[in-house]
């Protein structure tokens, strides 16, 4: 096959097969150091520099607040871009431009014009995907983009930006095998993402770690403002109807469309990191103006960039939620989440990775739920019948189904209308889910 013959289809195969891909191979497919991401910045000419950027990391909600950022830079009439990972159903969901994926074509000839150049320097997946979006928004015209970190902080391709904000959400035990066995380890990584005059938003922190964060921003010359203690919010609600109702200490309130009480601790973070881009003159002047922005992006965030997989209600009878909470920080919320869930009988279909803690994860999720063991289609994923061996050493009961649409489909063939069926565990869960017509 020729260069120029390739399709999108066998644009993306090559990124994902052939390009070492973390997502794929686990830690055989992550690369330590910038060198690559370096070279290939060197080679397009530093396309970051021609637009401003807010970088975001963290264990968990930096999706979320990634996301409700970007929307609220889209209603003060920006250009802004979004680049997240992973996707859920197409590769061009990790780079946007006002909401919109870049188009296939787009994808296929960057691969095309710049293959000569990564394939002899061994860039990675990520690598790759990095360059080409930083390229897709200058080339688009992209005034501010907000850039969530893929993997860790302080080696991560997206770490050559020089942001005008950092924020970092939180910090738990998650790719304890490449970033470190403690909180106090990974929180070193995540800050490497601070760099001098740039104000950096944290969303929690614990009091070991704010020692890590207090340190390093000390050396690089960084304001941190801790969102916990700023604390805008004065109360966050959940709806019946899904979403949650926002006060703020100011007065101010609002609904938020994305569900789940962690979502105030993502409210917090994210209105502590508006204040900021409001001092710096990215709000406006008309404060009132402002305000209406800000209340319709949380409330349409989704609509406004394409957010999928946050306590998401794809179905009401029964009652059919996915959400891609994957390590023991989400599932801290999630059982909670559950918990409060109102129901006949449960149902959970269920999958995870094999390098994740899938005992801690598991020892979170409900005993009165029946279970639908399953794995995504991946070489990282637990098979479906170790992870039911584990869960029934838990009390988790269940059977064992090859595949999503199997473990859906026969949790969908025995719920009642009352019933609630929750589908979650891993990324790759949720994206096959989300594939199939329901």
Same mark, same amino acid.
Request: with cysteine; aromatic share 6%.
């Given at each position: 096959m020729r260069i120029e013959d390739m399709t999108y289809t066998e644009a993306t195969e090559y990124l994902f097969c052939q390009r070492p891909n973390f997502e794929k191979q686990g830690k055989n497919g992550?690369?330590?150091?910038?060198?690559?991401?370096?070279?290939?910045?060197?080679?397009?000419?530093?396309?970051?520099?021609?637009?401003?950027?807010?970088?975001?990391?963290? &264990?968990n909600g930096k999706g979320s607040v990634s996301h409700t950022l970007a929307a609220v830079l889209q209603q003060c009439g920006y250009e802004v871009g979004l680049y997240t990972s992973p996707h859920l159903v197409d590769f061009n969901e990790r780079i946007r431009v006002n909401g919109k994926p870049v188009s296939h074509d787009y994808v296929v000839r960057f691969v095309e014009q710049h293959r000569h150049f990564f394939e002899p320097i061994g860039a990675t997946f990520f690598e790759v995907t990095t360059a080409m979006a930083f390229q897709y928004f200058r080339d688009m015209?992209?005034?501010?983009?907000?850039?969530?970190? !893929?993997?860790?902080?302080?080696?991560?391709?997206t770490n050559i930006i020089q942001p005008i904000l950092s924020v970092i959400t939180n910090i738990s035990l998650d790719h304890t095998q490449l970033l470190g066995s403690t909180v106090e380890q990974i929180a070193r990584e995540k800050a490497g993402i601070m760099k001098e005059g740039a104000p950096c938003v944290i969303g929690e922190a614990q009091p070991s770690v704010r020692a890590v964060f207090d340190e390093v921003a000390g050396q690089m010359g960084t304001d941190i403002i801790y969102a916990e203690d700023r604390a805008p919010l004065a109360s966050a609600?959940?709806?019946? &109807?899904?979403?949650m109702h926002y006060c703020t200490k100011k007065g101010a309130e609002f609904d938020g469309e994305l569900s789940g009480s962690f979502q105030a601790r993502n409210a917090n973070t994210i209105l502590c990191a508006l204040e900021q881009l409001r001092r710096m003159g990215w709000l406006g002047d008309d404060n009132d103006a402002s305000e209406r922005n800000?209340?319709?992006?949380?409330?349409?965030?989704?609509?406004?960039? !394409?957010? %999928?997989?946050?306590?998401? &209600?794809?179905?009401?009878r029964p009652r059919v939620v996915c959400d891609i909470g994957h390590n023991i920080g989400a599932w801290q919320y999630l059982s909670r989440q559950l918990a409060c869930v109102e129901c006949r009988e449960m149902k959970i279909v269920f999958g995870m990775m094999a390098d994740k803690d899938v005992g801690t994860v598991l020892t979170k999720l409900p005993r009165q739920a029946r279970y639908y063991w399953t794995k995504g289609d991946t070489p990282r994923a637990l098979s479906e019948d170790?992870?039911?061996?584990?869960? %029934?050493?838990?009390g988790l009961e269940g059977d064992c189904y090859p595949t999503v649409e199997e473990a859906y489909q026969a949790a969908a063939a025995e719920a009642q209308p009352d019933d609630f069926i929750f589908v979650g565990g891993s990324n790759y869960i949720v994206a096959e889910f989300l594939k199939l017509s329901i």
């Open positions: 992550y690369k330590i150091g910038l060198d690559s991401m370096l070279a290939l910045d060197e080679h397009l000419g530093h396309p970051h520099r021609s637009f401003r950027c807010i970088h975001v990391a963290g &264990t015209g992209v005034e501010i983009a907000v850039v969530e970190v !893929g993997l860790g902080g302080r080696l991560d391709s609600e959940e709806l019946p &109807t899904g979403g800000i209340e319709e992006a949380f409330g349409h965030v989704s609509a406004l960039t !394409g957010l %999928q997989g946050r306590w998401q &209600t794809v179905k009401s170790k992870l039911q061996a584990y869960g %029934q050493e838990l």
